[in-house]
């Protein structure tokens, strides 16, 4: 299966960074396709006009419909199609999980929404529900000046869960936040040489003792997890 990755934003080379490293060996080798659009592309007057001022008054500019819609209309179509994945990355939107980014790498074609200025007129996302599917999703509580960095990370959460994609998939089940893994920060990792700076790789990992070193890693993650991100634990 080839996943279709386009990315409707004013600044579309956000996005050329998707020909570099394993996303483009990804392209490389057929496993995604990938389709950057300058919004302004659908906009009809001399200054490609995008935004306007807010209704009812307020700070800041919103995105205009119309681009939007007309944009759709030439890159998606005009007919209903649930397979189509499309997605506004946005503060408001609901959190980015391990777990959309497992089931959005199922799906055969995605359409990431890049609003700009204080984020894009509300009918753009009611329309494309009668349409498409629609996840609105957020990196998380702090606020970015646009969609482009959020549709960056989730495209590398996804598209890494690809089949076929890494070279060892086995390594991605052992993963934390993957799906059956127990809710876990990562251990601390540790490599050669084994003396740095007057710091030793601990003792037990360089035993050759499997079970004392799986305990060690798990007491390890236990501690890091309590501390750092309780939430985890309930
Ligand atoms: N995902 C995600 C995001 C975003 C995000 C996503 C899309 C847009 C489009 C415009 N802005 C700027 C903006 C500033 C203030 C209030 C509303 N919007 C975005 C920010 N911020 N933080 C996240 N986790």
């Known amino acids: 299966m080839t996943m279709r990755l386009d990315y409707l934003s004013i600044f579309p080379g ?6 570099i ?18 919004l302004r592309d659908w906009t009809h007057d001399r200054h490609r006009t995008v935004d306007d001022t807010p209704c009812g008054g307020g700070a800041g500019m919103v995105m205009k419909p119309d681009p939007w819609g007309e944009a759709f209309d030439g890159i998606i179509g005009i007919e209903p199609d649930p397979s189509v994945h499309v997605i506004f990355p946005t503060p408001s939107g609901i959190p980015f999980t391990q777990s959309a ?3 959005l790498s199922t799906v055969e074609r995605v359409v990431f929404c890049c609003g700009r200025y204080e984020g894009i007129d509300h009918r753009v996302i009611d329309y494309a529900r009668t349409m498409w599917t629609v996840h609105e999703l957020s990196l998380g509580d702090y606020v970015l000046n646009g969609g ?6 989730i495209t590398e ?3 890494r869960l690809i089949p076929g994609f890494m070279g060892n998939p086995e390594s991605l089940a052992e993963e934390s936040f993957s799906p059956g893994q127990e809710r876990l920060l990562e251990y601390p990792l540790f490599t050669r040489p084994v003396s740095w700076r007057g710091m030793d790789v601990p003792e037990v990992l360089m035993s050759g003792h499997h079970g004392r070193i799986a305990e060690w890693r798990r007491e390890e993650s236990l501690l890091l997890t309590r501390d750092r ?3 985890l634990t309930d």
């Open 148 to 153: 482009e960095v959020a549709a960056l990370a």
């Open 14 to 19: 956000y996005f050329d960074v998707l020909d």
């Open 157 to 159: 959460a996804v598209v």
């Open 101 to 103: 980014a497992q089931e």
């Open 229 to 231: 991100r309780p939430d």
């Open 21 to 38: 490293s394993l996303l483009g060996k990804a392209v490389d080798n057929g496993l995604v396709e990938v389709h950057a659009h300058d």
